[in-house]
């Protein structure tokens, strides 16, 4: 079996290492396809070096453009690099522009496309993350998903719940790997003297920093939050914005904010496992702040990560200058509401994702299952209902029983479920799709 695996910014890199690990690991033969599209050449060797990765089977050296630009040089680039390797499977993570080239080209070759951290929605169409994720899956073949929440939103979206698999998330995995890496080789903490209990914050989305009103809105509050020591690494670009709109010299005066270059993965690392609060707009932060039992603050309105509020250790705050200052005093105040914070529980696994995913990925290969052609046995789709069942079986048994009948729902007590093969239907009310036989 080959795996080409596509990638294309660091944290695709990141949450891909754990999956190359265990694909190294087991001796199964894999291309390292990378779109370059946030680096140069010699950067982008010297990240792979820094994870104790190897270098990339092939480089497009997209680079930085057009998202339209961008993706239909990639596009055309993995595409001809697909037809020469022919690989049994294509595995994808995330959300980004590398991901829907990734994806379209794969299934315009008719080659089975594994969606890593499938599922995720914002509901937001202005994120072209967004528009990225859902065209992905609607390429995809195997769906590998963080949650029942992301399951869900796919059996909803009309895709068949026998191909998706809840894995819990590979950050998990390359969080816990990397950090030991960057315990190793990571000099930030002796660099800025960290002192204790200080906030992390971060910011980058365009709808912050390129937002006057929302942008003097949060820096509104980081100043009054005189409290703590924040350490912001601050991207040139927000440093561009923050100059524009007349906010960065108030932020570069105040004694308690401390505005640093941005740090690379490895340190930032440190950084976030050595901080008291982190203040992000970032999705991956959100993640990884759950994952080393950091609370976190989100400056944004939705997410897409909705499970890490629902467990309790993340709470949205939008833009809004009270509302940013009150929970952060709120969490650094009250211990009893920290805590609670820093041990939700993570919903995204126990770090073994990786190995499950690649084990999945190796059984659909022996039943040939990887291999597309279209359904032998599905004469067209006759319709969708909505059944109570009365007598005690569970999903495998009733599928079983009725061969043209796909479950695609539970509601237990009034809530959706995914249907997992035991799980039992009695008294409840089941989603069916039945479809007429050849």
């Given at each position: 079996?080959?795996?080409?695996?596509?990638?294309?910014t660091r944290?695709e890199?990141i949450k891909?290492?754990?999956?190359?690990?265990v694909?190294?690991?087991?001796?199964i033969?894999?291309?390292?396809?990378?779109?370059?599209?946030h680096?140069?050449q010699?950067?982008?060797?010297?990240f792979?070096?820094?994870?104790?990765?190897?270098?990339?089977?092939?480089?497009?050296g997209?680079?930085?453009?057009?998202h339209g630009?961008?993706?239909?040089?990639?596009?055309e680039g993995?595409e001809k690099?697909?037809?020469?390797e022919?690989?049994?499977i294509?595995?994808v993570?995330?959300d980004?522009?590398a991901?829907?080239?990734?994806?379209?080209?794969?299934?315009?070759?008719?080659?089975?496309?594994?969606?890593?951290?499938s599922g995720l929605?914002?509901?937001?169409k202005t994120?072209p993350?967004e528009?990225?994720?859902?065209?992905?899956?609607v390429?995809?073949?195997?769906?590998?998903?963080?949650?029942?929440?992301?399951?869900?939103?796919?059996i909803?979206e009309?895709?068949d719940?026998?191909?998706?698999y809840?894995?819990?998330?590979?950050?998990?995995?390359?969080v816990?790997?990397?950090?030991?890496?960057?315990?190793k080789?990571?000099?930030l903490?002796?660099?800025?003297?960290?002192?204790e209990?200080?906030?992390?914050l971060?910011m980058?989305r365009?709808?912050n920093?390129?937002?006057?009103q929302?942008?003097?809105n949060?820096?509104?509050?980081?100043l009054e939050?005189?409290?703590?020591p924040?350490?912001?690494?601050?991207?040139?670009?927000?440093?561009?914005?923050l100059k524009e709109?007349?906010?960065?010299?108030?932020l570069?005066?105040?004694e308690?904010?401390?505005?640093?270059k941005?740090?690379?993965y490895?340190d930032?690392l440190?950084l976030?496992?050595?901080?008291?609060l982190?203040?992000?707009?970032?999705?991956?932060i959100?993640e990884e702040?759950?994952?080393?039992?950091?609370?976190?603050?989100?400056l944004?309105?939705n997410?897409e990560?909705?499970e890490?509020v629902?467990?309790?250790?993340?709470?949205?705050v939008g833009?809004?200058?009270e509302?940013?200052?009150?929970?952060?005093?709120n969490?650094m105040?009250d211990?009893?509401?920290?805590?609670?914070?820093?041990?939700?529980?993570?919903?995204?696994g126990d770090?073994?994702?990786?190995?499950?995913i690649?084990n999945i990925i190796?059984?659909a290969y022996?039943?040939g299952k990887?291999i597309?052609?279209?359904?032998e046995?599905?004469?067209?789709?006759?319709?969708?209902?909505?059944?109570k069942v009365?007598?005690?079986?569970?999903v495998?048994?009733?599928?079983r029983?009725?061969?043209?009948?796909?479950?695609?729902?539970?509601?237990?007590?009034g809530?959706?479920?995914f249907?997992h093969?035991?799980l039992?239907l009695q008294n409840?009310?089941?989603?069916i799709?039945?479809?007429?036989s050849?």
């Amino acid at each position: 079996m080959k795996i080409a695996f596509i990638i294309g910014t660091r944290p695709e890199i990141i949450k891909m290492a754990p999956l190359i690990d265990v694909v190294n690991k087991q001796g199964i033969e894999y291309i390292l396809i990378h779109t370059g599209q946030h680096y140069d050449q010699e950067m982008s060797e010297q990240f792979f070096k820094d994870l104790e990765l190897p270098q990339p089977d092939y480089n497009i050296g997209v680079g930085s453009t057009t998202h339209g630009k961008q993706t239909a040089v990639m596009l055309e680039g993995i595409e001809k690099i697909l037809l020469s390797e022919k690989p049994d499977i294509v595995l994808v993570e995330g959300d980004t522009n590398a991901v829907l080239a990734g994806a379209i080209a794969s299934s315009k070759l008719h080659l089975s496309l594994g969606h890593v951290e499938s599922g995720l929605r914002s509901y937001d169409k202005t994120m072209p993350e967004e528009i990225n994720r859902v065209v992905a899956d609607v390429c995809s073949s195997l769906f590998f998903v963080p949650t029942e929440e992301s399951a869900l939103n796919l059996i909803f979206e009309g895709l068949d719940p026998h191909n998706i698999y809840i894995t819990g998330n590979t950050v998990v995995d390359a969080v816990i790997r990397n950090l030991k890496i960057a315990e190793k080789t990571s000099k930030l903490a002796s660099k800025l003297d960290l002192e204790e209990n200080f906030i992390t914050l971060t910011m980058h989305r365009a709808e912050n920093v390129d937002d006057p009103q929302r942008l003097k809105n949060i820096c509104g509050a980081l100043l009054e939050l005189e409290e703590n020591p924040i350490i912001f690494p601050v991207h040139p670009r927000t440093i561009r914005t923050l100059k524009e709109f007349g906010l960065h010299q108030a932020l570069e005066e105040a004694e308690h904010i401390h505005l640093i270059k941005p740090v690379g993965y490895l340190d930032f690392l440190i950084l976030l496992s050595n901080s008291r609060l982190v203040l992000t707009d970032s999705g991956g932060i959100q993640e990884e702040s759950i994952t080393l039992n950091i609370p976190c603050i989100t400056l944004r309105y939705n997410t897409e990560r909705p499970e890490t509020v629902k467990t309790g250790g993340n709470i949205l705050v939008g833009a809004e200058k009270e509302l940013i200052i009150n929970n952060v005093r709120n969490i650094m105040g009250d211990e009893s509401l920290y805590q609670k914070m820093s041990k939700a529980p993570n919903p995204y696994g126990d770090g073994k994702t990786s190995q499950k995913i690649i084990n999945i990925i190796l059984k659909a290969y022996d039943k040939g299952k990887l291999i597309l052609k279209p359904p032998e046995d599905i004469g067209g789709h006759e319709g969708r209902y909505i059944q109570k069942v009365e007598y005690d079986m569970d999903v495998s048994q009733y599928e079983r029983n009725n061969e043209n009948s796909r479950i695609i729902a539970i509601f237990e007590n009034g809530e959706a479920r995914f249907p997992h093969p035991h799980l039992k239907l009695q008294n409840n009310t089941i989603l069916i799709d039945k479809f007429r036989s050849n």
